[in-house]
């Protein structure tokens, strides 16, 4: 039979970050590539999920999720964020942060449209947006302290132009946007009036920078949609529980869309995720100095087999650079440490709009058990400080 395909699927590939995590798991190896976050969830989540499967909340949940939930997220958007917002009208829970990003580009944008992204990107933002027939624009990130300038936003700009997407701290940089940076970004939105999504996933985890949500300014609020989630915050990355805040009659379409796409959020995991937004302040300061220290190792690690670590204000990955010439390519790079030392990463070249720019990096995550990180850094000491690919065949 000659089956056809949709057109929006024939340039959709499965990302590195897959490939290289299912590579790495037949080998048995130690995945530093996907932010799987494979560390104990807290026990106060766990047992909020046990305790509504055991008291059978197993039906469908309100379309923009429980009340529960969607106070305790108002709450915690006050006091952290420094946003308020009326969990009746003004959130949406969601699947997971990819799922929020997924209703308000179906809410707000139509093919052909174009979106302004920062590159490095999160690869899901671009293909998400490929997917619906939507064009990216970028701006480039300058390493190592990941710049770019005002004008080059405005010229990023174009009549077609709709919204401006964030990641902040960003993946794959760890980029944390300052507040004259997101202040600039503001500025540009009000002045040719587009929307503004913001991922936030990452916000509790931070490296003495302060997470500032977009949000909090008034020249934006009203055309913010600020995306979260529970997975990074609380370990549960498979759980797919996330959230969208926004105007009350953006969300309303969020809404609808979130319904027609996912009827709801697992809601048994809904009220997990209010028992981690119970937690005391002390959870959140012990997450981050456990994270400082994995960077540490890791950068240390690097710094150690010759490579140049980019090491993140905010998220737990790393850009690491090679010298030219170490390998061909960052592709080459990938394949090679993985088959040597069985430590799997993701080329850089992945998450650049010039994949060149990232043809020299590599991405590698360091929200990993303790163990499990020495133990990756321990095989990836093996390499030396000059290894070369002609070497490893």
């Not at 807290?42 to 909020?48: Q, S």
């Not at 003495?208 to 995306?227: D, N």
Request: aromatic residues 10%.
């Amino acid at each position: 039979m000659n089956r056809q395909f949709a057109d929006r699927v024939k340039t959709i590939k499965q990302s590195d970050i897959r490939r290289y995590s299912a590579i790495c798991g037949a080998m048995n190896g130690v995945n530093l590539s996907q932010g799987v976050c494979d560390q104990p969830a807290p026990d106060a989540v766990k047992d909020a999920a046990k305790r509504a499967i055991d008291e059978d909340r197993a039906s469908y949940t309100n379309l923009r999720g429980i009340t529960e939930l969607r106070q305790a997220i108002a709450r915690k958007m006050r006091d952290f964020n420094k946003v308020t917002c009326d969990p009746e009208a003004e959130i949406c829970v969601n699947v997971g942060s990819a799922g929020s990003f997924a209703c308000v580009a179906l809410s707000t944008l139509n093919p052909s449209d174009e979106v302004i992204v920062f590159s490095p990107f999160y690869g899901y933002h671009v293909n998400l947006l490929k997917l619906f027939g939507i064009t990216a624009r970028f701006v480039d990130l300058k390493p190592p302290s990941w710049s770019y300038t005002q004008a080059e936003l405005e010229a990023a700009i174009t009549p077609k132009t709709r919204m401006i997407v964030l990641c902040t701290p960003a993946n794959p940089s760890g980029k944390v946007f300052t507040e004259e940076e997101l202040r600039g970004i503001a500025r540009v939105a009000e002045k040719h009036d587009l929307w503004i999504a913001t991922d936030e996933i990452y916000e509790y985890i931070t490296y003495g920078k302060e997470h500032i949500s977009i949000a909090r300014f008034p020249e934006a609020r009203g055309r913010t949609f600020t995306m979260s989630g529970a997975s990074k915050t609380y370990a549960v990355t498979g759980w797919r529980v996330g959230y969208t805040i926004g105007p009350a009659e953006a969300l309303d379409r969020v809404a609808v869309v979130n319904d027609l796409l996912y009827i709801c959020a697992p809601a048994p995991l809904q009220y997990g995720t209010v028992g981690g937004m119970n937690l005391p302040e002390s959870y959140y300061i012990e997450m981050r100095a456990d994270y400082l220290a994995k960077r540490q190792l890791l950068a240390d690690t690097l710094r150690s087999i010759g490579f140049t670590p980019f090491v993140p204000d905010g998220s737990y990955y790393m850009l690491a650079a090679f010298e030219n010439g170490r390998w061909g390519t960052a592709t080459a790079a990938t394949e090679s440490i993985l088959n040597q030392v069985g430590v799997a990463s993701v080329p850089g070249s992945a998450f650049y709009r010039d994949p060149t720019l990232g043809d020299n990096q590599l991405r590698f995550c360091f929200a990993k058990k303790m163990g499990d990180l020495e133990e990756a850094c321990r095989r990836l000491r093996k390499l030396g400080a000059r290894q070369s690919l002609a070497a490893a065949v």
